[in-house]
C-alpha cells in the first residue's frame, strides 16, 4: 500500500487501482480513502517532467486523427465497458475510475485505464505521452484532472469516426449484392429455357438457403485461420463463377450445382464481413459502423434488379451472366488488392478447428441468459421477415402487378433503407441498440398483419415503407448481441448469428407456405406477425427485469 504514495517523477503507477479493493478490510478502505487526496497533491507537486500539466505542456494539442493514433479507439471504448453513450453508462464507467471518488480522474488514475487500453507492452513513456495528449485536449480547466463532463466529451470524441475501412467494406458489398440481385428477374427466364416445373425451380431457391447455413461455420472457421480477407476475396469468386457459370448450363442439374456455388459465396462473404465490422468497431460506433455495408446492400438492392431486368430484355441471359460474373471477378480483384487485412489468422502451424469445436467455442457466449434472449428474438425476427418474403409474391399476383411495378417495389424499398439507415445508426449508438430494436419489431409486426387487409397497390406502398423501417431498426439486434459478447468472442457473433438465423429462415419459408395453402394467405402473415409481436414482449419483460 505504501507504493500508492510513491511519486516516481510525479506519476502514481496505478498500484491502488490493482489492489483487491472489495477484499481490503474496512478500516482499510477508510485510511486509504483518506490518505488519497494526500497523493493526489503530491502527485500534482511531483518532481518535473511528471505532473499533469508538465505533460500536458510537453504534449502539443492532436486533431482526433492523431490522437487515435496514440489512443486506439476501439481499446479504448473496450476498457471503460460501457454499452452505449448514455450519460448513466459513462457515469459508471467514470465512478469505476474515480477511485479515491474524489469526481475527477487524476493523472494516475488516467495512467491506469490508459495502461489498460495499451497492454502491457506499453512503455512508460507512451503512457505518459497518451494521458498527457488526453489531459491536453480535454482538461478544459487545466487542473490536472477530468471532470464528469470532460471525461464524457472525452468519451463522445473519441468514439464517434468510423473506421474508414467500413467504407470500402461497403462498396464492396454493394457491388457483390447488385451483382446477386441482378439474378431476380431471371427466374421466369430460366424455367422456359430449361424447362423447369415450379417445384424444380423452387428447389434452386432451397439450395441457396441450405448452402448458405452449411458455409456459415466454415466460413468463421477458415476466417479466424486465415483471416478475413481472403474469404472475403473467396467468397466474391464463388458468386462469379455461379452467375456466370448460368452462361454455359445446359441442364437443370448443373443449375443446382451454380446455386449451391452462389450460396456458398454469400455465406464466406457476408460472415467474413460482419467479422471485418467487429475488427474495426467498438460497443458505440458499431451500428454506425455496420450502417455502410447495410446502405451498400440497400444501394445494390436498388439497382440490381431494375439492371437486370434491362440487361435480360436487350442482352439476353448469356451476355447478362457473363457480364455480372465479370463485375464480381473485377470487385474480388479489388479487394484483394485495396482493402487492408484486420485478422492476421493463426502464426503458428496449429491444425484447423472442426465444425465440433467451434460449436463448443460458441458456449462460452451461449452461457449469458441476455445472449440467449436477443439471439432468441432474432430467430423469430428472422423467421417471420423470411416468412413474408415468401409470401409477398403472392400478394402481388393477387393484386394484378406487373414485373415493372415488381422491380419498382423492390426499388422503393431500397430507397426507404438508405434513406432511414444513417438515422437508425446514429439512435442505436447513442440510446442503445434495444431502445430501436424493440420498437422496430413492433412496427414490423403490425405491418404483417395490415398486409392481408390491402386491396391497391396505394395501400401497399405505405405498409412496406413501414415495414422496411422496422427491418432497419431489428437488424441492429445483430450489434446487440455482439455488444454482449466478451470482447475476445465479439468476432465468433456473425457466424453464430447467421447459422442460428438461417434455421429461422428455412423452418419460415416452409411453413408460410403450408400456412397459406392450408388456411389462406392472411392466415400465415397473420402466423407471422404475432410470432415477432410475441418475441418483442417477451425480450421487452427480460429488459425490465
Not at 178 to 184: C, I, K, Y
Not at 210 to 227: D, M, Q, T, V
Not at 348 to 366: A, E, M, N, Q
Amino acid at each position: 500500500m505504501l507504493r500508492c504514495a510513491r511519486c516516481s517523477g510525479g506519476r502514481l503507477l496505478g498500484t491502488y487501482q490493482r489492489i483487491a479493493w472489495r477484499k481490503t478490510p474496512q478500516g482499510c478502505r477508510l485510511w486509504a480513502r483518506e490518505l488519497r487526496p494526500a497523493v493526489r497533491g503530491l502527485a500534482a507537486q511531483g518532481d518535473p517532467p511528471s505532473s499533469a500539466e508538465e505533460a500536458n505542456e510537453a504534449s502539443p494539442t492532436l486533431s482526433t486523427e492523431e490522437l487515435a493514433l496514440i489512443i486506439p479507439p476501439r481499446n479504448f471504448i473496450q476498457a471503460l465497458r460501457v454499452a452505449s453513450s448514455q450519460p448513466q453508462e459513462l457515469r459508471k464507467a467514470f465512478d469505476r475510475l474515480d477511485i479515491d471518488e474524489s469526481g475527477t480522474l487524476c493523472f494516475a488514475e488516467l495512467r491506469a485505464l490508459i495502461a489498460e487500453v495499451k497492454g502491457r507492452h506499453a512503455t512508460d513513456e507512451e503512457l505518459d505521452r497518451a494521458v498527457g495528449a488526453l489531459l491536453e485536449r480535454y482538461d478544459r480547466g487545466k487542473d490536472g484532472a477530468l471532470s464528469f463532463k470532460e471525461f464524457e466529451e472525452a468519451v463522445l470524441s473519441i468514439a464517434s469516426p468510423v473506421d474508414r475501412r467500413a467504407y470500402a467494406l461497403a462498396a464492396a458489398i454493394g457491388i457483390a449484392f447488385a451483382g446477386f440481385s441482378v439474378t431476380f428477374p431471371m427466374g421466369p427466364t430460366l424455367i422456359q429455357t430449361f424447362g423447369m416445373s415450379q417445384l424444380q425451380f423452387g428447389t434452386l431457391t432451397t439450395a441457396f438457403a441450405i448452402a448458405k447455413l452449411c458455409g456459415n461455420i466454415p466460413s468463421s472457421i477458415l476466417s479466424e485461420a486465415y483471416g478475413r480477407k481472403p474469404l472475403l476475396v473467396g467468397g466474391l469468386l464463388s458468386i462469379a463463377t455461379g452467375i456466370a457459370g448460368v452462361a454455359f448450363a445446359s441442364c437443370y442439374e448443373q443449375l443446382m450445382v451454380l446455386r449451391l456455388a452462389v450460396g456458398l459465396g454469400v455465406a464466406s462473404t457476408f460472415t467474413s464481413a460482419g467479422m471485418y465490422v467487429t475488427d474495426i468497431s467498438h460497443p458505440l460506433n458499431s451500428a454506425r459502423t455496420r450502417a455502410p455495408m447495410q446502405m451498400g446492400m440497400s444501394a445494390g438492392l436498388l439497382c440490381g434488379p431494375a439492371l437486370g431486368g434491362y440487361l435480360l430484355e436487350h442482352v439476353g441471359l448469356y451476355s447478362m451472366t457473363l457480364g455480372v460474373g465479370a463485375a464480381s471477378l473485377a470487385t474480388a480483384t479489388a479487394v484483394f488488392a485495396t482493402l487492408p487485412e484486420t485478422h492476421r489468422g493463426y502464426r503458428d502451424k496449429r491444425p484447423l478447428r472442426g465444425v465440433g469445436d467451434t460449436l463448443r467455442s460458441w458456449s462460452p457466449i451461449l452461457r449469458g441468459q441476455q445472449f440467449r434472449s436477443i439471439l432468441s428474438f432474432g430467430w423469430c425476427y428472422n423467421a417471420a421477415f423470411w416468412g413474408a418474403m415468401a409470401l409477398l409474391p403472392l400478394v402481388y399476383v393477387d393484386l394484378s402487378l406487373s414485373p415493372s411495378v415488381v422491380g419498382g417495389l423492390s426499388t422503393f424499398n431500397a430507397i426507404v433503407s438508405l434513406a432511414v439507415t444513417p438515422v437508425v445508426a446514429r439512435s442505436a449508438d447513442h440510446l442503445g441498440k434495444m431502445a430501436v430494436v424493440l420498437p422496430g419489431a413492433v412496427v414490423y409486426g403490425a405491418g404483417l398483419i395490415l398486409v392481408p387487409q390491402i386491396s391497391s397497390l396505394l395501400e401497399l406502398l405505405p405498409v412496406l415503407a413501414a415495414m422496411q423501417v422496422g427491418a432497419c431498426m431489428c437488424a441492429q439486434a445483430q450489434m446487440h448481441a455482439m455488444d454482449l459478447a466478451p470482447v475476445k468472442d465479439r468476432a465468433k457473433v456473425p457466424s453464430l448469428w447467421n447459422t442460428f438465423g438461417d434455421t429461422g429462415m428455412l423452418f419460415s419459408s416452409f411453413t408460410s407456405s403450408v400456412l397459406a395453402e392450408a388456411f389462406g394467405l392472411g392466415s400465415a402473415f397473420y402466423a407471422d406477425g404475432v410470432l415477432l409481436l410475441v418475441a418483442s414482449g417477451g425480450m421487452f419483460i427480460m429488459s425490465r427485469r
